[in-house]
């Protein structure tokens, strides 16, 4: 049962296009969204968060926006740059736990 | 800083060994971490310690045995491993485990383990 998904499993960008990575998750108790960004066998990098109190979240070239009635959060990029090119993972928990669960990772490439 | 490291980088050791991974953290989280990452796969979580006592077990297998010595150190004891058990471990360490509010965690480079 895959509380958490990702259905694009890669993604193909012009270098300084926008890069838009998407998440659907099932499981209602979750109200904390993170994705994590990884290099091959490299550890996950944390790049943003969301709260579930929240609709939008912004850092830098990095936005994510949540759409709690669709279950639905996504991951826009702007502008994609080539060292933007790694795996992003969707990761969910419930903010009174601890336990993370991952999405199945978007493989991005931006070509220059 | 939000670094957590990881010893050894690289680990190859036979059915009949016993070794251990070891992670650390200086950042004063209370809560640490144990995934196992195959690959092309997501990282699945393995053990939670919160406050230096384990909280999360998800039916890990007895090879792989846990320890946590104080609230900085994690270790990851293994024995008699399978060459199925080859993946990356992964280490991760966050404020307090979720008790007082939602929590990053933060991810170490991980080992790359081979089993023979």
């Known amino acids: 049962d895959q509380q958490v998904k990702q259905n694009s499993p890669s993604l193909s960008v012009q270098e300084g296009r926008i890069s838009i990575l998407n998440c659907d998750y099932t499981n209602s108790m979750f109200d904390y969204f993170l994705w994590y960004k990884k290099y091959p066998a490299e550890g996950p990098t944390f790049l943003i968060s969301?709260?579930?109190?929240?609709d939008k979240n912004e850092d830098g070239r990095f936005t994510v926006f949540l759409n709690k009635s669709a279950k639905h959060l996504s991951l826009h990029i702007v502008p994609s740059q080539p060292g933007d090119s790694a795996v992003y993972f969707c990761?969910?928990?419930?903010?009174?736990?601890?336990?993370?669960?991952f999405g199945g990772g978007t493989r991005v490439l931006v070509k220059p | 800083d939000t670094e957590v490291t990881q010893t050894p980088k690289h680990l190859v050791m036979g059915m009949t060994n016993k070794k251990s991974l070891k992670c650390e953290q200086h950042?004063?989280?209370?809560?640490m971490y144990w995934y196992k990452q195959k690959a092309k796969k997501p990282p699945e979580l393995m053990f939670v310690?919160?406050?230096?006592?384990?909280?999360i077990n998800e039916s890990v297998p007895s090879r792989f045995s846990p320890e946590c010595p104080n609230s900085s150190l994690l270790n990851l004891h293994l024995h008699a491993l399978q060459p199925e058990d080859s993946a990356l471990y992964l280490c991760a360490s966050s404020q307090d485990g979720g008790g007082q509010g939602a929590d990053t965690q933060y991810f170490g480079p991980g080992t790359r383990l081979t089993v023979l």
């Open positions: 969301i709260s579930s109190i929240k």
């Open positions: 990761a969910a928990m419930w903010a009174a736990g601890n336990k993370l669960t």
């Open positions: 950042m004063g989280h209370r809560a």
């Open positions: 310690y919160s406050y230096e006592k384990l909280s």
